[in-house]
Nanobody, 124 residues
Framework: QVQLVESGGGSVQAGGSLRLSCVRS????????MAWFRQAPGEGREGVAT???????RYVDSVKGRLTISRDNAESTLYLQMNSLKPEDTAMYYC??????????????????WGQGTQVTVSS
């Protein structure tokens, strides 16, 4: 059983930066694909970025060039560096883990382990 714990959320002004972290415990094997999803109030969960064990990544168009996903397999930690934040980035951000080929899909159905989320609020 994989446990995921996110941290690093907070409140920033537009143009600011945050770095989210997600520590994985339980099964710490590095073959998992990992991802960040977000959910704004009243909306569905949206895939933001994915990464496989080799560092291949995929991003939703709205965050390309501003958000960067990375992972430290030795530390079983996933990161999301968030720069040039916009008010529309405001959401609860969730870390997720899935089988190796999940990274190709920004769809929550491909991920079977989830963290509790960390809130990101961007004010204008």
């Amino acid at each position: 059983q994989v446990q995921l714990v996110e941290s690093g959320g907070g409140s920033v002004q537009a143009g600011g930066s945050l770095r989210l972290s997600c520590v994985r415990s339980g099964d710490t094997g590095s073959s998992y694909s990992m991802a960040w999803f977000r959910q704004a109030p009243g909306e569905g969960r949206e895939g933001v970025a994915t990464i496989d064990s080799d560092g291949n990544t995929r991003y939703v168009d709205s965050v390309k060039g501003r958000l960067t996903i990375s992972r430290d397999n030795a530390e079983s930690t996933l990161y999301l560096q968030m720069n040039s934040l916009k008010p529309e980035d405001t959401a609860m951000y969730y870390c997720a883990a899935g089988p190796p080929r999940s990274w190709k899909y920004l769809t929550e159905l491909w991920y079977n382990n989830w963290g509790q989320g960390t809130q990101v609020t961007v004010s204008s």
